[in-house]
């Protein structure tokens, strides 16, 4: 084999390698600083009215149509049911999920405001 013809055999091999790894959705590194801020906050309120409240109830704190609350779900659960519909696997150490059901469709379109979502979520919280 020829120099490039090796080039070309490893670049391909490391695309799909690329490729793949993004096929399971990890948390983005963004994550890191999570959003506070009151303007944070009454987005992520807004966008959950949107997208949520069809099926999980307007308070997250209680069981809607067909979505259960969602307050005691961990960022990494919520990231993984908006991005694929899915619980993740493995699931966090301690979490159950409410439902065994696979109702939830993904709804990407979310990726980037999903932190928004979850500290909403968070901030109406009730502690037991
Ligand atoms: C089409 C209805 C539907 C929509 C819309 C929907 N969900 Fe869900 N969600 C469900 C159902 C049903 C479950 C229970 C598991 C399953 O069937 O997928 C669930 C489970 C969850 C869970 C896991 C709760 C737990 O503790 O087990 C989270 C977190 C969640 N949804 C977040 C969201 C967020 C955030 C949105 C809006 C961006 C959303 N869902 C929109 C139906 C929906």
């Given at each position: 084999?020829?120099?490039?013809?090796?080039?070309?055999?490893?670049?391909?091999?490391?695309?799909?390698?690329?490729l793949f790894s993004q096929t399971k959705p990890s948390l983005p590194a963004k994550v890191q600083a999570l959003p506070t801020t009151a303007k944070d906050?009454?987005?992520?309120?807004?966008?959950?009215?949107?997208?949520?409240?069809?099926?999980h109830n307007k308070d997250p704190n209680v069981k809607g149509s067909?979505?259960?609350e969602?307050?005691?779900?961990p960022l990494s659960v919520m990231y993984s049911k908006v991005m694929t519909g899915k619980?993740?696997?493995?699931?966090?150490a301690g979490f159950v999920p409410k439902r065994k059901?696979?109702?939830?469709?993904?709804i990407p379109k979310l990726k980037a405001d999903i932190p928004?979502?979850?500290?909403?979520?968070?901030?109406?919280?009730?502690?037991?």
């Open positions: 084999m020829n120099r490039s013809l090796v080039g070309a055999v490893l670049g391909s091999l490391l695309f799909s390698a690329a906050i009454e987005r992520g309120r807004v966008l959950y009215v949107a997208n949520c409240i069809r099926c067909i979505g259960p969602m307050v005691d779900s619980y993740p696997d493995p699931l966090p059901s696979r109702a939830m469709q993904a928004v979502i979850w500290a909403y979520v968070q901030s109406v919280k009730k502690k037991k």
